[in-house]
């Protein structure tokens, strides 16, 4: 699900990277100390599951395991994913640097999103299967209209790509559902306290 450099117009690059760039500022500066070792778990997470990816186009569909990230660490999601990013773009190749405020705005946001969701009363209530597959679900559901939304407004050209882009990563969404359900699952078994449930 990453954009590679060149792919987007400049006028697009820089909003959303301006946007990306504010909430990193936020997230650093309410980072606590004690919340550190939980971001880099997270961060590590995140790079290690978008290994599985499959080249689609311009992009590329992989776990990204947005939802879990969320919440467990909120805002901080954006300090996360971006040094995710970063040595994803350096190491792997993946994405770019001059189109990573983009994919941190794509990634880090949903993530952010589905910590409000989760925490709303209505969501409690949920049988606990069905609540974590939203967390996955959602998390993959949220980055992929980011992402259809930015190449959709970025380049005419682009229109048919991001209706397809969102068509297949329907699939993923599942996946991530199904996924995020069971690693939830156990994390509550063996440390319950980091869900805060």
Do not use: C, R
């Amino acid at each position: 699900m990453h954009i590679s450099d060149g792919v987007l117009g400049l006028e697009t690059t820089i909003i959303v990277s301006a946007v990306s760039a504010l909430a990193l500022f936020k997230a650093i500066k309410e980072l606590k100390n004690e919340d550190i070792s939980l971001t880099a778990v997270a961060s590590a997470m995140f790079f290690i599951a978008s290994f599985i990816h499959i080249p689609f186009g311009v992009t590329q569909i992989h776990l990204i395991l947005l939802g879990v990230i969320g919440i467990l660490i909120s805002w901080s999601s954006f300090v996360a994913i971006f040094v995710a990013l970063l040595l994803q773009a350096l190491l792997l190749g993946y994405g770019g640097i001059s189109s990573l405020g983009v994919n941190l705005f794509i990634m880090a946001a949903p993530a952010v999103i589905i910590y409000y969701l989760y925490n709303l009363q209505i969501v409690k209530k949920l049988n606990e299967k069905i609540k974590f597959f939203l967390v996955g679900f959602l998390g993959t559901f949220f980055a992929t209209l980011f992402l259809t939304l930015i190449l959709y407004f970025s380049k005419e050209e682009f229109n048919y790509a991001a209706f397809s882009i969102f068509s297949v990563n329907i699939i993923t969404m599942i996946i991530e559902g199904i996924v995020s359900m069971f690693l939830l699952l156990f994390i509550k078994k063996v440390y319950p306290k980091i869900l805060k449930v």
